[in-house]
């Protein structure tokens, strides 16, 4: 979910000035895109997988700090829920035997993971939804303790100004029984409506993320083209068909994270203004697109500042962490969104891809990633003339 942020209540200056250092950041990541600052010798992939927590039951088992005290891994990571955390893999060539060898690490680390857990009592669920969660789940009370997470639901619900609604009505993923038990025509449906005053729905939505690392003169090719792949990724990967209680999409997390973390009042909804979880109206041309927009259409949720001023720090010959950039873009959540990261003065640029659900097993995980990737490697060639629709 992003840097640890302290509790506190935002003022009407604390935006203006987030607003402006924000524009300072994109003018200085202008400068190091053109004088060639950022060297990536081959793509390089790493990722997160997001995973539940259950008891014997099944159920959600609300005990993430436990958790992760037992497995005591700075691999695994909180995550938005108490039943939710997730593994950070860092990354990796991609060239030889690499998913060969990325499978027995990660097999290695959530097998010994959930070893451990079990002795908090619970137990890993790797998949796209948990179908055992429903709305007793998303009270305050089971938003972790990291007071970033509070605080975000604070303030994506005072964007919205009102509580967050879920509601989704798809075609049925069952034949209806009739009265005398034989099959229907399948034509019944079932329905979620459920209102909520956290976003805590957000976190029954697990996925896995791609992080690919690539030269950032190349980073427009490969967005357009996981662009233009997104939907056979989710037809391919999708998992999630069940939620409290009801059979709805064959990929529920889709309209549920959505709708979760929707800072539109429907008014907002009717003139078309964009959505936070967004897919993007265009092919892009450089990654500073992407960035710009984002500072462009969002206005900020968590509009925490630093003392660093970019400019200094490139003057001096460092590397400036950019924060205000990183911390706006985090809350933005493109399904395939720039990223600018790194430790000390080693930064990179990559592409974070989030189409794709949790689980069900490891295999499913990297025969997705690695389709994905090959795909996105392969076929980086639509034109910044149209965009996806």
């Not at 459920?194 to 896995?208: F, K, Q, R």
């Not at 000390?344 to 989030?354: A, I, K, Q, T, V």
Request: with cysteine.
């Amino acid at each position: 979910m992003g840097d640890h942020v302290d509790e506190r209540v935002f003022t009407r200056q604390d935006r203006t000035l987030f607003r402006e250092k924000t524009a300072r950041c994109l003018d200085a990541l202008a400068v190091m895109l053109a004088d060639g600052q950022f060297e990536v010798a081959e793509p390089r992939l790493g990722l997160e997988i997001e995973l539940n927590l259950v008891d014997d039951a099944g159920d959600p088992a609300m005990a993430n700090e436990a958790a992760l005290d037992a497995i005591a891994d700075p691999a695994f990571q909180t995550e938005l829920g108490q039943f939710n955390i997730e593994i950070n893999v860092e990354p990796r060539p991609l060239a030889g035997r690499s998913v060969t060898d990325l499978e027995h690490s990660l097999r290695a680390s959530l097998n010994a993971a959930d070893e451990k857990a079990r002795s908090a009592g619970c137990r890993l669920a790797m998949i796209g939804m948990l179908p055992t969660l429903d709305e007793r789940h998303f009270t305050g009370e089971w938003l972790s303790a990291d007071p970033r997470y509070d605080l975000l639901s604070q303030q994506i619900l005072a964007a919205r100004g009102e509580d967050i609604e879920l509601r989704l009505d798809g075609p049925a993923l069952r034949q209806a029984h009739g009265p005398d038990g034989r099959l229907g025509d399948g034509t019944g449906r079932e329905t979620l409506d459920i209102v909520c005053d956290t976003i805590l729905p957000e976190a029954a939505c697990t996925s896995v993320q791609l992080h690919l690392q690539v030269d950032p003169a190349e980073f427009a090719a490969y967005w357009n083209s996981a662009q233009a792949i997104a939907g056979v990724q989710v037809a391919l990967a999708a998992n999630s068909p069940f939620f409290a209680g009801k059979a709805l999409w064959h990929e529920t997390r889709i309209p549920l994270f959505e709708q979760a973390t929707d800072t539109r009042s429907v008014e907002l909804k009717n003139q078309h203004v964009r959505p936070r979880v967004w897919f993007g109206e265009r092919w892009v041309t450089s990654i500073f697109d992407l960035f710009e927009e984002n500072s462009r259409y969002f206005p900020a949720l968590l509009p925490v500042t630093t003392d660093e001023d970019p400019f200094e720090v490139l003057a001096g010959g460092g590397t400036p962490a950019l924060a205000e950039l990183r911390m706006h873009n985090g809350t933005v959540y493109r399904w395939n969104r720039p990223i600018y990261d790194g430790k000390g003065e080693h930064y990179h640029l990559r592409l974070e891809n989030r189409v794709l659900p949790a689980g069900p097993g490891i295999v499913d995980v990297l025969a997705d990633a690695a389709s994905t990737t090959g795909s996105c490697t392969r076929s980086r060639r639509p034109t910044a003339r149209s965009g996806p629709r």
